[in-house]
T-cell receptor
Framework: DGGITQSPKYLFRKEGQNVTLSCEQN?????MYWYRQDPGQGLRLIYY???????QKGDIAEGYSVSREKKESFPLTVTSAQKNPTAFYLC????????????FGPGTRLTVT | AQTVTQSQPEMSVQEAETVTLSCTYD???????LFWYKQPPSRQMILVIR??????QNATENRFSVNFQKAAKSFSLKISDSQLGDTAMYFC????????FGTGTSLTVIP
């Protein structure tokens, strides 16, 4: 089955620790995205990548970092510099930027205490 | 700045009735795409319908249709014959140079 996987579904970390969220797709999509979802705020774009070895900041990139070493993978690291990291994180992919609908993973709920 | 506004945080509808969810957006671009996504309680986002801005004809997908008014920058979603499985958060989204989502409308279908 083609799709996007995110692991784990729930993640708990202590404050001050970096944590990496996994996102893998087997749809052969070029573009990948990371969103943060908070109650009442919809989805906010953190980073996106159009092709391998290239990525761009979204609206709320501060305190986050990404890499795109492989077409299939787009991991997100939440660093200790992110002031409010507890949130639901969604990864998505699309054929390309500009005109295509996005396919979403099941999400990861990160709780930092 | 490009923004997407959904002014109805919550709505409800009786099963089998019709409901319309509103969405407005702000952009200076001429060529763009608009989407409605559904997020049920499982939190899995699913595409409902898509509209190309250059097309005057409103998109339709089975019970779902849109009313796209480009000049007014309005993109509402109509759900006909509402079903219990339609209960979800609905997000309006704009794709131009970047991708923007509205804050969502929580729709409850009442049996």
């Amino acid at each position: 089955d083609g799709g996007i996987t995110q692991s784990p579904k729930y993640l708990f970390r202590k404050e001050g620790q970096n944590v990496t969220l996994s996102c893998e797709q087997n749809l052969n999509h070029d573009a990948m995205y990371w969103y943060r979802q908070d109650p009442g705020q919809g989805l906010r774009l953190i980073y996106y990548s159009q092709i391998v070895n290239d990525f761009q900041k979204g609206d709320i990139a501060e305190g986050y970092s990404v890499s795109r070493e492989k077409k299939e993978s787009f991991p997100l690291t939440v660093t200790s510099a992110q002031k409010n990291p507890t949130a639901f994180y969604l990864c998505a992919s699309s054929i390309g930027l500009g005109t295509y609908e996005q396919y979403f993973g099941p999400g990861t709920r990160l709780t930092v205490t | 700045a490009q923004t997407v506004t959904q002014s109805q945080p919550e709505m409800s509808v009786q099963e089998a009735e019709t409901v319309t969810l509103s969405c407005t957006y702000d952009t200076s671009e001429n060529n763009y795409y608009l989407f409605w996504y559904k997020q049920p309680p499982s939190r899995q986002m699913i595409l409902v319908i898509r509209q190309e801005a250059y097309k005057q004809q409103n998109a339709t997908e089975n019970r779902f249709s849109v009313n796209f008014q480009k000049a007014a920058k309005s993109f509402s979603l109509k759900i006909s014959d509402s079903q219990l499985g339609d209960t979800a958060m609905y997000f309006c989204a704009f794709e131009g140079n970047q991708f923007y989502f509205g804050t969502g409308t929580s729709l409850t279908v009442i049996p």
